[in-house]
């Protein structure tokens, strides 16, 4: 397989993964999961983790995986790219497991005794790689292994960080964000 179309499948594949955390930020606000409640004398997760900005990130991501959907095929003809269709429970594995790795990020965050919006570096580019792949080889064993070869899950493994400060670059200077991670 040739690099460049590895680099547009691992791309493809992981949007519905990529675009939760964005549109978390968008719509945040509310009630924190954790409600408040702390363990010791630290918040569980913090006000970061709200459950409107976790519905609205795994509705997003489901959107979106059913939206591409619809476009595979003429992607396919028109580039020749392999570009995967989704089934709903790769999406709900890769939108629900960047969210779920986020929640499991501000959790270690919180217990390390980081604030909210502190830098962890590694953990802040990664963590919803870490929850969503094996989450969704989890629900959809059969899509994933035939989507997520290990050349893609390399790629993955690259692009993510480069994207996710790039995408958190622009968020924070377009004052989205409050910080630049
Ligand atoms: N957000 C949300 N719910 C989520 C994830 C994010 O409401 N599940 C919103 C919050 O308003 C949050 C903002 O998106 O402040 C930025 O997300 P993030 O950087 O992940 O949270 P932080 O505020 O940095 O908190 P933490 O240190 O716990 O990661
Ligand atoms: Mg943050």
Same mark, same amino acid.
Not at 45 to 50: A, E, M, N, Q
């Given at each position: 397989?040739?690099?460049?179309?590895?680099?547009?499948?691992?791309?493809?594949?992981?949007?519905?993964?990529?675009?939760?955390?964005?549109? %978390?930020?968008?719509?945040?606000?509310? +009630?924190?999961?954790?409600?408040?409640?702390?363990?010791?004398?630290? @918040?569980?997760?913090?006000?970061?983790?709200?459950? @409107?900005? *976790?519905? %609205?990130?795994?509705?997003?991501?489901?959107? #979106?995986?059913?939206?591409?959907?619809?476009?595979?095929?003429?992607? +396919?003809?028109?580039?020749?790219?392999?570009?995967?269709?989704?089934?709903?429970? %790769?999406?709900?594995?890769?939108?629900?497991? %960047?969210?779920?790795?986020?929640?499991?990020?501000?959790?270690?965050? +919180?217990? *390390?005794?980081?604030?909210?919006?502190?830098?962890?570096?590694?953990?802040?580019?990664?963590?919803?790689?870490?929850?969503? #792949?094996?989450?969704?080889?989890?629900?959809?064993?059969?899509?994933?292994?035939?989507?997520?070869?290990?050349?893609?899950?390399?790629?993955?493994?690259?692009? *993510?960080?480069? #994207?996710?400060?790039?995408?958190?670059?622009?968020?924070?200077?377009?004052?989205?964000?409050?910080?630049?991670?």
């Amino acid at each position: 397989m040739a690099i460049l179309e590895t680099i547009v499948i691992a791309f493809w594949a992981m949007l519905p993964a990529y675009v939760p955390n964005n549109a %978390a930020v968008l719509a945040g606000g509310g +009630r924190p999961i954790d409600g408040g409640r702390t363990w010791g004398d630290k @918040r569980m997760l913090g006000d970061g983790k709200t459950w @409107r900005g *976790t519905a %609205a990130g795994i509705v997003t991501g489901l959107a #979106l995986a059913g939206f591409l959907s619809l476009f595979a095929g003429e992607v +396919r003809s028109a580039t020749g790219v392999d570009v995967p269709e989704f089934t709903l429970l %790769a999406a709900l594995g890769l939108a629900a497991g %960047a969210m779920l790795g986020d929640i499991l990020a501000s959790f270690l965050k +919180r217990r *390390t005794g980081r604030q909210r919006g502190a830098m962890f570096p590694g953990l802040d580019q990664l963590d919803f790689v870490v929850v969503s #792949l094996p989450l969704t080889a989890l629900l959809a064993s059969e899509w994933f292994f035939d989507v997520f070869t290990w050349e893609v899950i390399a790629v993955v493994v690259i692009l *993510t960080p480069i #994207l996710h400060v790039a995408t958190n670059m622009i968020a924070y200077k377009l004052g989205l964000k409050n910080e630049p991670w």
